[in-house]
């Protein structure tokens, strides 16, 4: 579970959250995401790190990986704060 941001965006941009169990796809994502113009990314590899971490950071927009350990995207999409 991490954050980053890109500081060039100063204010500026949405911010996401990435939730995949595979750490390739995530960064992938994330690099898509900021080339994109948006500002701050969470990363979680599992939903319950998305929950948690989507209390922190309020995202706009959250990608959802189907099948995950722990919970699935499926499961996580019904979350009340997702």
């Given amino acids: ?3 980053r ?3 060039r965006k100063r204010g500026t941009g949405k911010t996401v959250l990435v ?3 595979n750490a390739a796809i995530r960064e992938m994502l994330a690099s898509a995401f900021f080339s ?3 500002k701050m990314c969470g990363e ?3 939903s319950k790190e ?3 971490l989507a209390k922190q950071i309020k995202p706009d927009v959250i ?3 189907l099948s ?3 919970m699935n995207g499926i499961k996580a999409a019904h979350w009340p704060l997702l």
């Fill in 19 to 21: 939730v995949d169990d």
């Fill in 63 to 65: 990608t959802l990986d």
């Fill in 44 to 46: 979680a590899e599992n």
């Fill in 5 to 7: 941001s890109d500081r």
């Fill in 50 to 52: 998305a929950i948690e």
């Fill in 68 to 70: 995950m350990p722990v």
């Fill in 1 to 3: 579970m991490g954050i």
């Fill in 36 to 38: 994109d113009g948006f």
